[in-house]
């Protein structure tokens, strides 16, 4: 038998579930809460129980979203040959990640406009950004870019990424784009390469 604990925990993750998949489809304004707890088979009560409003509930469902995208990168940027290919295999899986219609949607569209830029970007910070400083760092910590800022390096790089996974979303060959994205990067850090010594 569940104790209350597992029970709580698991009221929680179907309401998260339902709702991910309600805002993907219709955004947040457009998610009714009596017709997504009507779903989830549950009352009004155990929303604001669990998340205290409509919008606390969006920021579990993008806070979901921001650790399923990082592990996503984790997994996919380990176990190459060298640092590079495993940095552009992260940034391949954040693209490819990124398709998914509750990544684009939720993440890097309503996220930003619900939760304020701010509130978005502090859990970006925890997850992807975190993920790209330290890819960063051992690029740097190989030799293989140089520059006073790297932090300034995984900014720019942040930026272009969620730029090219919204405009992905879109594309009607999605996959041509996230080569085209992968191989322009991996150009543009050949460019920070350290200058060598004449």
């Known amino acids: 038998m569940a104790t209350k604990a597992e029970q709580r925990e698991r009221t929680r993750a179907e309401i998260v579930r339902v709702a991910t998949a309600r805002f993907a489809e219709h955004g947040y304004a457009g998610v009714a809460l009596d017709d997504l707890m ?3 088979g549950l009352t009004r009560g155990a ?7 409509k919008q606390g509930l969006f ?6 979203a ?13 176990g190459h040959d060298d640092v590079l290919a495993d ?3 992260g940034c391949r899986a954040f693209l490819e990640a990124s ?8 993440l890097l569209i309503e996220g930003p406009a619900v939760l304020g830029w701010g509130e978005w970007r502090e859990g970006d ?13 051992e690029l740097a910590a190989a030799g293989l870019i140089a520059g006073r800022s790297l932090d300034t390096v995984s900014t720019m790089l942040s930026g272009a990424l969620n730029e090219v996974a919204i ?3 879109a594309s009607s060959d999605p996959a041509r784009g996230i080569d085209d994205a992968v191989e322009t990067l991996g150009r543009f850090l050949l460019g920070l390469r350290p200058a060598v010594a004449t």
Not at 47 to 53: K, N, T
Not at 66 to 78: D, K, P
Not at 127 to 137: F, K, M, Y
Request: charged share 20%; aromatic share 6%.
């Open 59 to 64: 920021q579990a469902v993008v806070e979901q």
């Open 38 to 40: 009507a779903e989830a």
């Open 125 to 137: 910070l925890d997850t992807s950004v975190r993920l790209l400083d330290e890819g960063v760092a």
């Open 99 to 106: 398709l998914a219609p509750e990544v684009r949607r939720i």
């Open 47 to 53: 929303l604001y129980h669990h998340f205290g409003s």
């Open 66 to 78: 921001q650790r399923g995208v990082a592990t996503a990168v984790e997994l996919a940027s380990s």
């Open 87 to 89: 940095f552009l295999a």
């Open 167 to 169: 405009a992905n979303a």
